[in-house]
C-alpha cells in the first residue's frame, strides 16, 4: 500500500498542551479545526475509559463486521480511527485496514493499543477529512467514519467537502457507513442515554453542558475529578441522510442502535449505512428496487393473482376486523374499509390517494360510496389490470385513476390530494422513511393520512420474526414507535389516540386465512395454484398467526393530519 511510506506514518509530534482551551466563551467555539487542540494528551489518556473495548464490543457484537462480510468487501478505510477499536476490530476479523484520523494523539494511542490487542500494527496516517485526497492514496471498498465524529466538523461546506472525499475514494460500488448520535431527539426532548452503546465506560459521567440548533458542548467528568468538554454540530438525522444523497450516495438505509426499527424508544445513536454504486436503468424497472421489486414480482406472479382473487377476499387484500372469527373474509375485509373510513368527512370533492390498491376494492367503496376521486397507485401490473375490469363493470372509471407505481417515488406533485389511505402495504417498502417523505410531499396541509399495516411490536425482541421477514423477502418491518415518531417529525398530528391497535384481528384474520386456504384446497385450489405456492402460503401464514399470538405483532388504524409546519 502506498500508504507504508506517507510521511505522516508513524511519528507524531504531540504537543503536551496542559489543558483544554476554549478561550472566555465555550459555547462561541464552532469551529471545524477546533477539535484537535480539545483532544490533549490527558483526555487521549482517558479515551478508553470512557468507552470501556469489552463493554463496547459486547454491546454492538459483529454489526459492523458482518455487515461488511455481508457485502464481500475487503479493504477498508478507517477515516475516524480515535484510540483504534473498530480498527483493531477489522484487522482481527481480516480486513485489509487503514487508519486514519485527525488527532495525532489520538494515532498515537490508536497504535499502541493495535499492539496490545493482538498484536495488530495498524497503517495510520494523519489527515483532515476536507482533503483527504491529498493525505490518503488509494481506493477503497468501504469507508467507516464512526465514534459520532462526524460531529466535528461545524460548517455545511466542511461536511458536503468530506462526504465528497470519502465518495472520491470508494471503489465504484463501495460503502460508506457513519454513524451519530441521536441529536433529534436531544434538540427536541432533552438528553437520556441507555449507556448500552458506544461510550459503555460506568466510572464516566457524560452529559449536554449546552445545547442549541448550531452546538452540543458534551462534559466528560472522569473519576480522579478531572473534566474534559467536546464542542459538537448536533447533526439531524434526516439532515445528515439528505446531504449524502446529495453528495451522490445512491441508496442509504438508517438504524437505530444496530436494529432497522427504534422498537417504541428513541435510539442513542443512528448508524447510515450509503452505496456509492449506480444502478444504470432506462426502463420502469428503475422504480422497482429492492424489497419494492420483490413485492411486485410476487403480485404479479398468477399463483398470487388467483389466491388473493379466491381466498383472501376477492376484492379487498387485506386484513379485516371480525365480528365472529367464522364469518367470511371478506365481510371481515370490508368492514375494515368502512371502519376507516367512518373517521373521514369525504365529499364529491375530495382527492383520495390509495397507496397499494391492490384489486382495487376500497377505491371502489370509496367512489361508489362518497362521490370522490380516487387515484389508485399499485405496483402490480397484473392486480391493476383487475382492478381496471372491475372498475369498468361498476361503471367507476370517471372516478377512479389507476396507476402503476411505487409509494417510494408518487408520481404526483406536491400538494395534490386531500386524504392519503393505505392497506397493508407499506411493510412491502424497504425504504419506509422514504414513503412517509413522499406522502408528505404529496398531501395538502391539512390533509388525513389513513392507514394499516402489519407491523412488529414496539417490544418485540430481536431475531423472533425471522422467519416471516424471510418469507416476505425484507430485512425489518416498522412498529408502531417507528411510524409515530416519523409522522410526528414530519410534521403530523394524531386524531384521536392517532393509532388504534386492534391486534386480535391480525391473528383472526390470518387464522381464517389459513382455515379457507385448506378448505379450497380440498375442492380443487390445488388445481389452480402450485402445490409449491400453497405450501409455502400455509407455512408463512403459521408464522403470522404464530407471531400475533406470541404478541410480537401487531396491527391496527393510523390516523393523522399533516400540519402546515411540515417537514420532508
Given at each position: 500500500?502506498p500508504?507504508?511510506?506517507?510521511?505522516?506514518?508513524?511519528r507524531?509530534?504531540?504537543t503536551?498542551?496542559?489543558?483544554q482551551?476554549f478561550?472566555?466563551?465555550?459555547?462561541?467555539v464552532?469551529?471545524t479545526?477546533h477539535y484537535?487542540?480539545?483532544y490533549?494528551p490527558?483526555?487521549?489518556e482517558?479515551?478508553?475509559?470512557?468507552?470501556?473495548?469489552?463493554?463496547?464490543?459486547?454491546?454492538?457484537?459483529?454489526?459492523?463486521?458482518?455487515l461488511l462480510?455481508?457485502?464481500g468487501l475487503?479493504?477498508?478505510?478507517d477515516?475516524?480511527?480515535?484510540?483504534?477499536?473498530?480498527?483493531?476490530?477489522?484487522?482481527?476479523?481480516?480486513?485489509e485496514?487503514?487508519?486514519?484520523?485527525?488527532?495525532a494523539?489520538?494515532?498515537?494511542?490508536?497504535?499502541?493499543?493495535?499492539?496490545?490487542?493482538?498484536?495488530?500494527?495498524?497503517r495510520?496516517?494523519q489527515?483532515?477529512?476536507r482533503?483527504?485526497?491529498?493525505d490518503?492514496?488509494?481506493e477503497?471498498?468501504?469507508?467507516?467514519?464512526?465514534?459520532?465524529?462526524?460531529?466535528?466538523?461545524?460548517?455545511?461546506?466542511d461536511?458536503?467537502?468530506?462526504?465528497a472525499?470519502?465518495?472520491?475514494?470508494?471503489?465504484?460500488?463501495?460503502?460508506?457507513v457513519?454513524?451519530?448520535?441521536?441529536y433529534?431527539?436531544?434538540?427536541?426532548e432533552?438528553?437520556t442515554?441507555?449507556?448500552?452503546?458506544?461510550?459503555c465506560?460506568?466510572d464516566?459521567?457524560?452529559?449536554?453542558?449546552?445545547?442549541d440548533d448550531?452546538?452540543?458542548?458534551?462534559?466528560?467528568?472522569?473519576?480522579?475529578?478531572?473534566?474534559?468538554h467536546l464542542?459538537?454540530?448536533?447533526?439531524r438525522?434526516?439532515?445528515?441522510?439528505?446531504?449524502?444523497?446529495?453528495?451522490?450516495?445512491?441508496?442509504?438505509?438508517t438504524y437505530?442502535?444496530?436494529?432497522?426499527?427504534?422498537?417504541?424508544?428513541?435510539?442513542?445513536?443512528?448508524i447510515?449505512?450509503?452505496?456509492k454504486?449506480?444502478?444504470?436503468?432506462?426502463?420502469?424497472?428503475?422504480?422497482?428496487?429492492?424489497?419494492?421489486?420483490?413485492?411486485?414480482?410476487?403480485?404479479?406472479?398468477p399463483?398470487?393473482?388467483?389466491?388473493?382473487?379466491?381466498?383472501?377476499g376477492?376484492?379487498?387484500?387485506?386484513?379485516?376486523?371480525?365480528?365472529?372469527?367464522?364469518?367470511?373474509?371478506?365481510?371481515?375485509?370490508r368492514r375494515?374499509?368502512?371502519?376507516?373510513?367512518?373517521?373521514?368527512?369525504?365529499?364529491?370533492?375530495s382527492?383520495?390517494?390509495?397507496?397499494?390498491?391492490?384489486?382495487?376494492?376500497?377505491?371502489?367503496?370509496l367512489?361508489?360510496?362518497y362521490?370522490?376521486?380516487?387515484?389508485?397507485?399499485?405496483?402490480?401490473?397484473?392486480?391493476?389490470e383487475?382492478?381496471?375490469?372491475?372498475?369498468?363493470?361498476?361503471?367507476?372509471?370517471?372516478?377512479?385513476e389507476?396507476?402503476?407505481?411505487?409509494f417510494?417515488?408518487i408520481?404526483?406533485?406536491?400538494d395534490e390530494?386531500?386524504?392519503?389511505?393505505?392497506q397493508?402495504?407499506?411493510?412491502h417498502?424497504?425504504?419506509?422513511?422514504?414513503?412517509?417523505?413522499?406522502?408528505?410531499?404529496?398531501?395538502?396541509?391539512?390533509g388525513?393520512?389513513?392507514?394499516?399495516?402489519?407491523?412488529a411490536?414496539d417490544n418485540?425482541?430481536?431475531?423472533v420474526?425471522?422467519?416471516?421477514?424471510d418469507?416476505i423477502h425484507?430485512?425489518?418491518?416498522?412498529?408502531?414507535?417507528f411510524?409515530?415518531?416519523?409522522?410526528?417529525?414530519?410534521?403530523?398530528t394524531?386524531?384521536?389516540?392517532?393509532?388504534?391497535?386492534l391486534?386480535?384481528?391480525?391473528?383472526t384474520h390470518?387464522?381464517r386465512?389459513?382455515?379457507?386456504?385448506?378448505?379450497?384446497?380440498?375442492?380443487?385450489?390445488?388445481g389452480k395454484?402450485?402445490?409449491?405456492?400453497?405450501?409455502?402460503?400455509?407455512k408463512?401464514?403459521?408464522?403470522?398467526?404464530n407471531?400475533?399470538?406470541e404478541?410480537h405483532?401487531?396491527w391496527?388504524i393510523?390516523?393523522?393530519?399533516?400540519?402546515?409546519?411540515?417537514s420532508?
Open positions: 500500500m500508504l507504508a511510506n506517507h510521511p505522516r506514518n508513524w507524531f509530534l504531540i503536551a498542551q496542559p489543558a482551551k478561550g472566555d466563551n465555550p459555547v462561541e464552532r469551529e479545526g484537535t487542540e480539545e490533549i490527558s483526555f487521549v482517558k479515551w478508553d475509559s470512557l468507552i470501556d473495548w469489552e463493554k463496547r464490543a459486547e454491546s454492538e457484537g459483529n454489526f459492523f463486521i458482518d462480510r455481508k457485502r475487503k479493504s477498508v478505510l477515516v475516524a480511527t480515535g484510540t483504534g477499536f473498530h480498527s483493531v476490530r477489522l484487522l482481527a476479523a481480516g480486513f485496514t487503514v487508519s486514519a484520523d485527525g488527532s494523539e489520538m494515532l498515537a494511542m490508536a497504535f499502541k493499543n493495535g499492539m496490545q490487542h493482538g498484536d495488530h500494527i495498524l495510520v496516517v489527515a483532515d477529512w482533503w483527504l485526497n491529498r490518503v492514496h488509494g477503497y471498498d468501504a469507508i467507516v467514519c464512526l465514534g459520532n465524529s462526524f460531529t466535528h466538523l461545524f460548517s455545511e461546506r461536511r458536503r467537502k468530506a462526504l472525499e470519502f465518495y472520491a475514494m470508494l471503489k465504484h460500488d463501495g460503502v460508506l457513519l454513524d451519530q448520535r441521536n433529534d431527539a436531544i434538540l427536541d432533552g438528553y442515554s441507555k449507556h448500552t452503546y458506544y461510550y465506560g460506568e464516566v459521567a457524560v452529559a449536554p453542558e449546552y445545547v448550531g452546538l452540543c458542548r458534551m462534559r466528560y467528568k472522569f473519576p480522579d475529578g478531572s473534566v474534559y464542542n459538537m454540530f448536533p447533526l438525522k434526516d439532515y445528515t441522510r439528505r446531504l449524502m444523497s446529495e453528495v451522490g450516495f445512491q441508496r442509504i438505509e437505530g442502535d444496530f436494529q432497522h426499527t427504534y422498537r417504541g424508544e428513541q435510539p442513542d445513536f443512528f447510515h449505512i450509503a452505496e454504486e449506480y444502478r444504470m436503468e432506462d426502463n420502469q424497472e428503475s422504480s422497482y428496487a429492492g424489497a419494492v421489486g420483490t413485492a411486485r414480482s410476487y403480485y404479479n406472479s399463483d398470487a393473482d388467483t389466491f388473493y382473487a379466491t381466498v383472501w376477492g376484492e379487498d387484500i387485506h386484513i379485516g376486523l371480525y365480528e365472529r372469527p367464522e364469518e367470511p373474509i371478506a365481510d371481515a375485509s375494515t374499509v368502512e371502519r376507516m373510513a367512518s373517521k373521514l368527512e369525504l365529499t364529491e370533492d382527492v383520495v390517494l390509495d397507496l397499494g390498491s391492490g384489486f382495487g376494492g376500497s377505491a371502489r367503496y367512489a361508489g360510496t362521490g370522490c376521486r380516487v387515484l389508485a397507485l399499485n405496483l402490480s401490473e397484473v392486480e391493476n383487475r382492478h381496471k375490469e372491475l372498475n369498468t363493470a361498476r361503471g367507476l372509471n370517471d372516478k377512479i389507476v396507476v402503476d407505481g411505487s417510494e417515488n408520481p404526483y406533485p406536491d390530494v386531500d386524504v392519503i389511505w393505505s397493508d402495504a407499506f411493510l417498502s424497504g425504504n419506509r422513511v422514504r414513503v412517509l417523505e413522499e406522502i408528505t410531499r404529496v398531501l395538502r396541509p391539512g388525513h393520512l389513513i392507514f394499516t399495516d402489519p407491523m411490536a418485540c425482541p430481536t431475531g420474526l425471522q422467519p416471516i421477514l418469507r425484507l430485512d425489518d418491518m416498522g412498529s408502531p414507535g411510524y409515530t415518531s416519523e409522522l410526528a417529525r414530519l410534521g403530523f394524531t386524531v384521536d389516540s392517532g393509532f388504534e391497535e391486534r386480535e384481528h391480525l391473528v390470518y387464522e386465512v389459513l382455515e379457507e386456504t385448506e378448505r379450497q384446497e380440498d375442492h380443487g385450489l390445488a395454484v402450485s402445490h409449491e405456492y400453497l405450501a409455502q402460503m400455509k408463512g401464514l403459521g408464522h403470522w398467526i407471531g400475533g399470538r404478541q405483532l401487531t391496527g393510523f390516523h393523522l393530519t399533516l400540519g402546515a409546519g411540515r420532508y
